[in-house]
């Protein structure tokens, strides 16, 4: 594992973003794996402006969102489909049918599970996997006690999820009690995973997933196992990282 402190928010979004670009350029019909939620909304920005100012191509590339809301309409203002819509798709020249996300209103759901499982692996697996972290230490909607064998699937979002989401709705009452979301070692399968944790709220969760055991109950702490993993913060995420005890079996980069 890799971890690269900077010094603040937009600098480690900005450092997410090289990420992207790098894999593109390496491979223009790269499997990307994408995340929600108001972390990843600077890096959205961010790829945009790269897209117009720099030429960033998305014209071949393929995406494959965490997870989705169970219940929601693509067309609902809370959905993630909305969301990736239009803080991104929309803003980028990338074939929106190459652009996926679990479907919340299958009648089936488990079918539905199964089925986008098998699409990421019909398409190659995932090249690029951006992940954030929740405050339990979740990964997609992942909450603790997940089996790190875990597949695709429909879960239950605990209180700290529904109302650490609840700023993006009018009640916490909407907010959905299910999401589908992949599983652990559907994430552990990515050639590459890229974790990006920004803020105070953020920094005992980031130490315990970095630094501390490897275990069910705090989700994130799997990632300790991937093979090619880095973990971007900024200077106030990484702030109770104890440093002298992981630099033995991870690697530190600090940016001056």
């Known amino acids: 594992m890799e971890v690269i402190i900077q010094p603040n928010a937009e600098s480690a979004e900005e450092l997410v973003v090289d990420f992207f670009a790098k894999t593109l350029l390496a491979k223009p019909d790269a499997v990307l794996g994408l995340a929600t939620g108001r972390t990843m909304e600077g890096v959205y920005q961010h790829l945009v402006k790269?897209?117009?100012?720099?030429?960033?191509?998305?014209?071949?590339?393929?995406?494959?969102?965490?997870?989705?809301?169970?219940?929601?309409?693509?067309?609902?203002?809370?959905?993630?489909?909305?969301?990736?819509?239009?803080?991104?798709?929309?803003?980028?020249?990338?074939?929106?049918?190459?652009?996926?996300?679990?479907?919340?209103?299958?009648?089936?759901?488990?079918?539905?599970?199964?089925?986008?499982?098998?699409?990421?692996?019909?398409?190659?697996?995932?090249?690029?996997?951006?992940?954030?972290?929740?405050?339990?230490?979740?990964?997609?909607?992942?909450?603790?006690?997940?089996?790190?064998?875990?597949?695709?699937?429909?879960?239950?979002?605990?209180?700290?999820?529904?109302?650490?989401?609840?700023?993006?709705?009018?009640n916490l009452e909407k907010i959905p009690r299910h999401a589908i979301t992949m599983g652990v070692a559907t994430i552990l399968e990515a050639r590459q995973c890229l974790l990006l944790a920004t803020g105070n709220e953020k920094a005992d969760i980031v130490a315990k997933a970095i630094a501390g055991p490897i275990t069910t109950s705090v989700t994130a702490s799997s990632l300790q196992c991937h093979p090619a993993c880095t973990m971007v913060l900024d200077r106030a995420a990484a702030s109770r990282l104890p440093e002298s005890d992981c630099r033995s079996s991870k690697q530190f980069v600090q940016a001056k």
């Open 50 to 170: 790269r897209h117009h100012d720099g030429g960033l191509d998305f014209s071949h590339c393929r995406t494959f969102n965490l997870d989705e809301y169970v219940g929601l309409r693509a067309d609902d203002p809370n959905s993630y489909r909305y969301f990736m819509q239009d803080r991104f798709f929309r803003h980028v020249n990338i074939d929106t049918s190459r652009t996926h996300l679990p479907d919340g209103m299958a009648k089936d759901l488990e079918l539905e599970c199964r089925h986008y499982e098998k699409l990421i692996c019909e398409n190659g697996g995932i090249d690029l996997l951006l992940l954030g972290i929740g405050l339990n230490g979740h990964l997609g909607f992942n909450e603790p006690f997940s089996e790190f064998d875990s597949r695709t699937r429909m879960t239950a979002l605990t209180e700290v999820t529904k109302h650490q989401n609840a700023l993006l709705f009018s």
